[in-house]
Each structure stands twice: as C-alpha cells, then as structure tokens.
C-alpha cells in the first residue's frame, strides 16, 4: 500500500472540503501545496528547534540553502499553528510566534524567488493570508480529530477572545456557544 499517495488523496478531499466550508478561494497550485505538507507531516516528525534562531540562520544563509531552510520554517509553522494551535495556548511559545515566523519565511521566500519559481506565487499567496490557511488548518484538524471536549471548547472560546477569530466563532457556533464582544472590563461573555 503507497501511504504517502492514500495521505495525499485524504489531504485533498478535506482541503478541497475545508476551502469550501471555510468560503476560501485559492489558487489551485496553492491547495496542491496545502495537501502535499499536510501529508508530508502527517508521514514525518516533525524538528524540535526553535525557529527564530533558524530564521535568522536562514536569512544569512546561501540562496538554496536559504530557500530550503525558509520552506521548512515557513511549512513547520503552518502546520504547528493549524494543526496544533489550540495546544500551544498557554505556553511559553504560543500559536502567534508560530504565525509570525511562518508569514515572514513564506514573505522571505516570495520575495527571493520573483518569477523564476513554479511556487513564487504560492508563497506569496501563503505570506499575504498566513491567518486565513492557518484557520483552513485548523478547520481541518477539528474535523479530523478524534475526540471533542470541553477543554477544547475553552481554547476555541480563548482563541475567539485573543484574536476574534471568525474559525473560532464559527466553531463555538457549531458547538451551540454565541461569543459576545467583551463589557467594560474586557471579560467576554457566553452565552
């Protein structure tokens, strides 16, 4: 059994599903991008260093090693923020460091390729709406996640409050929860 190619047709049916729930429209090439990191990090582990360090290291780096090395920080972030945002809450490196070195790699990247790159425009794409894929992201792995509780409910709730979110109210909406903008004292209210 070819896992890698069963991966890329599960990835593409819910891509293909989480754009069209999500009201996302995206360049072909740039959703065939989406499903071939999906399954690629769904089949590998992923690197456990951080990533502004690599960043920098990156920026000074040789043109193909830079290339290389600002793909693997600009895709290790889409998924760690997509995929696995809702755990990062409440740590020492939340989901928005994530954000943030995925869209300046993906920019970076842009940047340096012009037009001699098949995927200049991908990136460029992935810099200007990092947000928008990640929530597509994000949409996915609620959809595919094995099990759903109140725990998760909370983050969703915590990510609405952070950043109002529209993934995130329209998560809380399916859950049967209506977010109102925050009172006087900047607390949100439920109901």
């Not at 990090?41 to 360090?53: F, G, K, N, S, T």
């Not at 693997?72 to 954000?99: A, C, N, Q």
């Not at 995927?119 to 994000?138: C, I, T, W």
């Not at 509780?149 to 399916?174: C, F, K, P």
Request: hydrophobic fraction near 40%; proline fraction near 4%; charged fraction near 25%.
């Amino acid at each position: 059994m070819d896992v890698t190619h069963s991966l890329e047709a599960f990835f593409q049916g819910e891509v293909d599903r989480a754009c069209r729930d999500e009201g996302i429209e995206t360049d072909r090439l740039t959703e065939h991008y989406l499903v071939h990191l999906l399954a690629a990090y769904a089949a590998q582990p992923i690197e456990d260093r951080p990533l502004a360090p690599q960043l920098l290291q990156a920026i000074g780096a040789p043109p193909r090693e830079r290339r290389t090395a600002l793909r693997t920080i600009g895709d290790t972030s889409l998924f760690l923020s997509g995929f696995w945002g809702e755990s990062l809450g409440g740590k020492l490196v939340d989901v928005d460091y994530y954000i943030d070195m995925g869209g300046i790699a993906y920019g970076e990247l842009a940047r340096g390729c012009g037009g001699a790159e098949p995927y200049g425009a991908v990136f460029q794409e992935l810099a200007a709406h990092f947000v928008r894929f990640v929530e597509l992201l994000m949409t996915i792995s609620q959809r595919t996640a094995r099990a759903r509780n109140d725990r998760d409910l909370v983050r969703i709730y915590e990510r609405w409050l952070r950043t109002r979110s529209g993934w995130a109210a329209r998560r809380l909406a399916e859950a049967g929860v209506m977010p109102m903008a925050p009172r006087g004292n900047g607390a949100g209210v439920v109901q």
